[in-house]
């Protein structure tokens, strides 16, 4: 049973800096997306940053615009982790932060609903100005 567990949100000021990690078991895709997204109270859940892979390693990269330059996706394979560093932090960075992943393999930008098969149950990140 696929597992993804967040952990690393809280509370900052703008201009702050969070790391949020995500630990996954129960299963062993070679490839597939791995990735974050983040869903403020009241809008659609959007996606971050995120890892298109294939038979095992990482083939592309992938940030949405508002957070090119700010955020850093990394991953640990050792320790079936992935990170989201986050720096210069804002209040519309605000929002609950999920760790997700899929094995359907097909477009590298990892932006089609069906890549995502498995969720974490999130980690809140809070920005105040």
């Known amino acids: 049973q696929v597992q993804l567990v967040e952990s690393g949100g809280g509370s900052v000021q703008a201009g702050g800096s969070l790391r949020l990690s995500c630990v996954a078991s129960g299963y062993t895709f070679d490839s597939g997306c791995i990735g974050w997204f983040r869903q403020a109270p009241g809008k659609e859940r959007e996606g971050v940053a995120s890892?298109?892979?294939?038979?095992?390693?990482?083939?592309?990269?992938n940030y949405r615009d508002s957070v090119k330059g700010r955020f850093t996706i990394s991953r640990d394979n050792a320790k079936n982790t992935l990170y989201l560093q986050m720096s210069s932090l804002n209040p519309e960075d605000t929002a609950m932060y999920y760790c997700?992943?899929?094995?359907?393999?097909?477009?590298?930008?990892?932006?089609?609903?069906?890549?995502?098969?498995?969720w974490g149950q999130g980690t809140q990140v809070t920005v105040s100005s």
């Open positions: 890892f298109y892979f294939f038979n095992g390693a990482t083939y592309y990269t």
């Open positions: 997700a992943t899929g094995r359907r393999r097909g477009d590298p930008s990892c932006r089609f609903a069906d890549q995502w098969e498995y």
